[in-house]
């Protein structure tokens, strides 16, 4: 089933569903594996395993420091392959997306990279800095593979670049709640339920709102108006802290505020 | 072809979030361009602020000490801040008053163009944030105090290689919070389009001065044109004076670093130099990168050339056999540097001594009534710490002990 009625389908049980991330390698596949387990046993959604890179520009100091720390450690881009098909394989509930730059797709060949992202039982790729303009045979590559290259709408975009980013999109929308990188704790732009009912005015896709997203308030406010909440930064930082173990809990007790 | 692209080269690679910023950042420069007043007061300002037009040098003794082809050196030394630099924040601090922007920020690596910004913030009015990779300030910190006593706000970057590249980057992250009243003044011909375009219409002063001033003191064409190259501003400037006149060679002289074979250098456009295509920091170009795309470390004695990437408008130029590339070794450039300041009183600064080195090699085998140009893109009497260093002088080294005790 396409990516897009898989959420919608999960939607008709569920108040809002959950997007979790993790960069791989980091602090190693080990943990990786743990906190997957937590994740999948605790009712999320989706899973965006992130292919470091050494330039992440979009990242904020937290993801920036992990991607490093895991490059540091040596990680190759066929170990996150090799990891994401076993992933895919124990955990058949979780939806997986890649989530890298273009460089790492663009080296590998996009064409290659794309095929191997399916073929590992990936359901999409997100690519923050490839915009549809410079991707139109990535767009175009995906969709004939039936994966969601996942696109982005965020505060400043008109409502005309809205429909023509939704047009192009598939799987679902990601909805950027506030300026800047990953991780940082600006405020909510605006209204944030104004900036919602635009996007959903904008496309029929399904909404997933993330960056900077990391209390259970915040999934509370997302329901009703998104469909998925994007948890990032928040969960590197809990592994950090407190280890593995302490995900589980804390996935559950976001969506039991849900 | 697309627009931004020059061959395979270039394009907008840019999060979602900064799509209207480039919008707008694209009407208001193409606005300008469309403008000949825009350009006339960019003129009169490098006229009256700037020193401009710079001098093209008849470097007399030199030619005399080679004996080969007549050798004129552009003078982008006297240019205001010491480095031509100052052409392209200039230009974009007219664009940022009419943009009604109220804050600059901008990366830098050997410190010369945080100094332009923060030198153009301080005339324009503008809040600037300058962000320079902490190994850079380590070793350029006479540079971060006068950015610092300019008014700007020195952020060292201590992520990745912690030089520029990083610097770009931490720079992006800014502008991703801040682009309602905040431009990112990208400090050569690379980045996201429209930069590279941009940036080498506002150096295209330098190529239209020194195209006027050979014609006028050599009465023809030159035969080459030599410019060091790290991102490639100061190289795009002069060449394209003369992009359109076959029978001038265009030479581009790269950071070779500890030599290409040692892998320790910053040259993308050389034999062996291991750099391929790749898309980073918002656009496509050479890279110096592992197979898999991740950005390696690169090494040259001149901070201002160390940098993993290269304007696409120059990788496609290159390509095409338009300009021809070369690369100089740190010890080549201490000599040049040498033989610069004994014959001819100049004090080029390491970046720029690097053309210096490419164009001593070649002018000896040309005839006497052939000219080359150099451009010196800078001056390194500035770079005082750097280049003392660089020389390992003794007597410096013994002052600068002396004065630390003072300090104590």
């Known amino acids: ?96 997306l890649f989530m890298t730059y273009y460089n790492i797709v663009f080296k590998y060949g996009e064409e290659a990279f794309l095929q191997r992202t399916r073929d590992i039982g990936f359901c999409g790729t997100i690519v923050p800095d490839l915009p ?42 990601y ?74 809990p804390f996935i559950a007790g976001l969506l039991a505020q849900a | 072809m697309k627009k931004g692209y020059y061959g395979q080269w270039g394009g907008a690679f840019i999060p979602e979030v900064l799509q209207a910023t480039f919008d707008a950042l694209n009407k208001a420069y193409e606005t ?23 001098p093209l040098t008849y470097a007399e003794n030199l030619t005399r000490h080679f004996g080969g082809a007549k050798i004129y050196i552009k003078r982008e030394d006297l240019n205001h801040t010491g480095a031509h630099k100052a052409n392209n924040v200039m230009g974009q601090g007219l664009l940022v008053r009419r943009m009604g922007k109220k804050r600059v920020i901008a990366e830098t690596g050997a410190g010369q163009h945080g100094v332009a910004t923060a030198t153009m913030a301080a005339r324009f009015g503008f809040a600037c944030t300058i962000y320079m990779g902490e190994e850079d300030v380590a070793r350029q910190r006479p540079n971060v105090f006068w950015m610092e006593k300019l008014g700007a706000t020195v952020v060292p970057v201590t992520d990745g290689s912690r030089t520029l590249k990083d610097a770009m980057n931490e720079a992006f992250r800014d502008w991703v919070t801040s682009m309602d009243d905040t431009h990112y003044v990208i400090g050569t011909v690379c980045g996201p ?57 265009l030479v581009g002289v790269e950071a070779g670093g500890l030599g290409i074979a040692t892998g320790k250098h910053a040259s993308r456009m050389v034999e062996g130099s291991g750099a391929s295509a790749g898309v980073a920091q918002g656009y496509k170009t050479l890279f110096l990168q592992s197979p898999e795309g991740q950005m390696r470390d690169t090494h040259s004695i001149a901070a201002g050339l160390d940098y993993v990437g290269i304007s696409p408008i120059l990788s496609d130029l290159g390509e095409k056999g338009r300009v021809r590339f070369a690369a100089a070794t740190d010890r080549e450039v201490i ?20 053309a210096f080195v490419q164009a001593f090699k070649e002018a000896p085998a040309m005839s006497k009534d052939q000219a080359i140009i150099i451009n010196m893109s800078g001056r390194g009497d500035k770079d005082i710490f750097t280049i003392a260093h660089a020389f390992d002088d003794p007597s410096w080294k013994a002052f600068i002990v002396k004065r630390a005790e003072e300090y104590r």
């Not at chain 1, 704790?185 to 900036?195: C, R, V, W």
Request: aromatic share 8%.
């Open chain 1, 175 to 248: 909805c950027v709640a506030r300026r800047g990188v990953t991780g940082q704790q600006t405020a909510f732009d605006g209204d944030l339920e104004q900036y919602l009912a635009r996007c959903r005015r904008a496309t029929d896709l399904p909404l997933a709102v993330g960056f900077g997203i990391s209390a259970l308030a915040d999934v509370a406010l997302l329901t009703g108006m998104a469909d998925m909440a994007v948890i990032g930064t928040a969960t590197i930082k809990l592994v950090d802290a407190q280890g593995p173990a302490a995900v589980g």
């Open chain 2, 193 to 249: 389009h429209p930069f590279p375009e941009m940036v080498a219409w506002f150096q295209s002063i330098i190529g239209i001065e020194a195209r006027r001033q050979i014609l006028a003191q050599h009465g023809r064409m030159p035969d080459r044109v030599f410019a060091c190259v790290g991102g490639g501003s100061n190289a795009m400037g002069i060449f394209q004076g003369f992009l359109e006149e076959p029978g001038v060679e």
């Open chain 1, 1 to 96: 089933m396409d990516l897009k009625k898989e959420l919608q389908q999960r939607l008709k049980t569920k108040p809002i569903l959950l997007m979790t991330h993790l960069v791989l390698g980091y602090p190693s596949f080990t943990v990786n594996r743990e906190v997957i387990r937590q994740m999948a046993e605790n009712g999320v959604d989706c899973i965006e395993l992130q292919i470091p890179f050494s330039e992440p520009i979009a990242d904020g100091p937290v993801i920036l420091k992990a991607s490093q720390q895991s490059l540091d450690s040596g990680i190759a881009v066929e170990e996150c392959f090799r990891f994401g098909q076993e992933m895919a394989a124990a955990f058949p509930m979780i939806r997986f």
């Open chain 2, 335 to 354: 000599e040049a540097l040498s033989l610069a300041m004994r014959t001819e009183g100049l004090i080029p600064a390491m970046e720029s001594a690097h």
């Open chain 2, 32 to 54: 300008a361009r469309a403008d000949a007043s825009f350009w006339q007061e960019y003129v009169d300002l490098m006229g009256n602020y700037s020193c401009r037009p710079t």
């Open chain 1, 132 to 173: 549809p303009e410079e991707g139109q045979t990535y767009l175009e590559r995906s969709k004939n593979l039936g994966l969601a290259p996942i696109l982005f709408f965020t505060p400043t975009s008109t409502d005309a670049r809205l429909r023509t980013v939704a047009s192009q999109g598939a799987g679902f929308i």
